[in-house]
């Protein structure tokens, strides 16, 4: 069965960009229809959707984000990942990695999830 | 603010009944499916429930969730202090996967 597990930098300046990686294991990334997706958790905040990717190629955006984030798969690795550009203390969080499998996004559920890193800005 | 609503707390005793409610619209919850993430102090966030009322494998049956229109229901029946964490009703809206703001559960 599909496992997932994230890993990044854990400490990130203001200004700079910000690059984490989830490496997929039980099954090759580019088999089947999943979406590979990044979520975070903000600091006595709620979950938030950030974007998702597909096998095909296709990329989803929260929109509410603008256009910071970029999430890209490398099948050679079998990881997906995430940059972020131009991070402020806002993008301190959890962020997580999961996926959607066998149904589009829009009638999908999150299933399985990486146990979450642990992003903070700060000078 | 998040356009599904969910109460910030919900409490009960062991063995009690508690239902959290996530309120929504047509754009959300009322046009399409309606997920529950369970999400327990130092674990992953992880699926409870699907498609509105579909119990994630190795879910207890202690769960159950239900809609009603733009509207939908957790309830944890035989309440237990692993229970206690924050849960979270999730569905698509626009273009765009929404996340309640989440309900945090205490076991009292």
């Known amino acids: 069965h599909l496992q997932l597990q994230e890993s990044g930098p854990g400490l990130v300046k203001p200004s700079e960009t910000l690059s984490l990686t989830c490496t997929v294991s039980g099954a090759p990334i580019s088999s089947g229809s999943y979406y590979w997706s990044w979520i975070r958790r903000p600091p006595g905040k709620g979950l938030e959707w950030i974007g998702s990717i597909h096998n095909s190629g296709s990329t989803y955006y929260n929109p509410s984000l603008k256009s910071r984030f970029t999430v890209s798969v490398d099948k050679s690795k079998n990881q997906f990942s995430l940059r972020l550009n131009s991070v402020t203390a806002a993008d301190t969080a959890v962020y997580y990695c999961?996926?959607?499998?066998?149904?589009?996004?829009?009638?999908?559920?999150?299933?399985?999830w990486g146990q979450g890193t642990l992003v903070k800005v700060s000078s | 603010q998040s356009v599904l609503t969910q109460p910030p707390s919900a409490s009960g005793t062991p063995g009690q009944r508690v239902t959290i409610s996530c309120s929504g619209s047509t754009s959300n919850i009322g046009g399409y499916t309606l997920n529950w993430y369970q999400h327990l102090p130092g674990t992953a966030p992880k699926v409870l429930i699907y498609d509105t009322s579909k119990r994630a494998s190795g879910v207890p049956d202690r769960f159950s969730g239900s809609k009603s229109g733009t509207s939908a229901s957790l309830t944890i029946s035989g309440l237990q202090s692993g229970d206690e964490g924050d849960y979270y009703c999730?569905?698509?809206?626009?273009?765009?996967?929404?996340f309640g703001g989440g309900t945090k559960l205490t076991v009292l």
């Open positions: 999961a996926t959607v499998g066998g149904v589009t996004l829009r009638y999908g559920w999150f299933d399985p």
């Open positions: 999730a569905s698509w809206d626009d273009s765009l996967v929404v």
